[in-house]
């Protein structure tokens, strides 16, 4: 079966500007995770969607949004792009168990944004 | 909160000989445990996993790992490394949370080189 996709492969914007990152995940998962991934703070948790609704959230300011769609496709949005944004983001594709427990993530191969 | 740490940020092998990364992970229960790989500008392909029971997890490749409650670490090893081996690896951890969890706490990963 398919992978995680991830879409756009490479991205490059201004300063200011803002982006859209889009993620689907394996067919029947319904949880979607994205990450950050910078050389200096490496692997960071960004948000958890699981049908629809925002289920964990990681220490990012609220430029950095997202939302999941009925077919469990996931987009993040990031507004007023600062030099720092630029990173490797990944999203992970899970069948999204009950509460309190966990499923394995698929990674997709991220996509790398660099702001100028 | 939970915490991750990998404690050798490069390690150089040679080929065919035997490989052992470290992860010590911070957590008041028992967690959920991984490890990833990640060869350049790829996303994480996930090696092997330990959710309960037997502590010795098999994993892809010829990877296995063992946790160690008491000494809280979940170390990686292989005992004979090829030099598609090289790559970054990273150990996470997935807390047991009340609601829904998906969120993965990753250490800052080590850099495997293979030398002929």
């Known amino acids: 079966k398919a992978g995680v996709t991830q879409t756009p492969r490479y991205l490059i914007k201004t300063r200011g500007q803002q982006v859209t990152l889009s993620c689907s995940p394996i067919?029947?998962?319904?949880?979607v995770s994205w990450y950050q991934q910078t050389p200096g703070q490496g692997l960071q948790f960004l948000f958890e969607?699981?049908?629809?609704?925002?289920?964990n959230k990681g220490n990012f300011p609220g430029r950095f949004s997202g939302r999941q769609f009925s077919n469990s496709r996931s987009e993040m949005n990031v507004s007023t792009l600062e030099l720092g944004d630029s990173a490797l983001y990944l999203c992970?594709?899970?069948?999204?168990?009950?509460?309190?427990?966990?499923?394995?993530?698929?990674f997709g191969q991220g996509t790398r944004l660099t702001v100028v | 909160a939970q915490s991750v740490t990998q404690p050798d940020i490069h390690i150089t092998v040679s080929e065919g000989a035997s490989l052992e990364l470290r992860c010590n992970y911070s957590y008041g229960a028992t967690p959920y445990l991984f490890w990833y790989v990640q060869s350049p500008g790829q996303g994480l392909q996930l090696l092997l996993k330990y959710f309960s029971g037997d502590t010795l997890v098999q994993g892809i490749k010829g990877f296995e790992a063992e946790f160690k409650r008491s000494q809280s670490s979940f170390n990686l090893r292989k005992p004979s490394v090829h030099w598609s081996d090289a790559a970054e690896y990273f150990c996470?951890?997935?807390?047991?949370?009340?609601?829904?969890?998906?969120?993965?706490?990753f250490g800052t990963g080590t850099r495997l080189t293979i030398i002929p």
């Open positions: 996470a951890v997935g807390a047991r949370l009340d609601f829904g969890n998906e969120k993965l706490t």
């Open positions: 067919s029947g998962h319904r949880s």
């Open positions: 992970a594709s899970s069948l999204g168990g009950p509460s309190g427990s966990h499923t394995e993530a698929f």
């Open positions: 969607y699981f049908s629809e609704t925002q289920r």
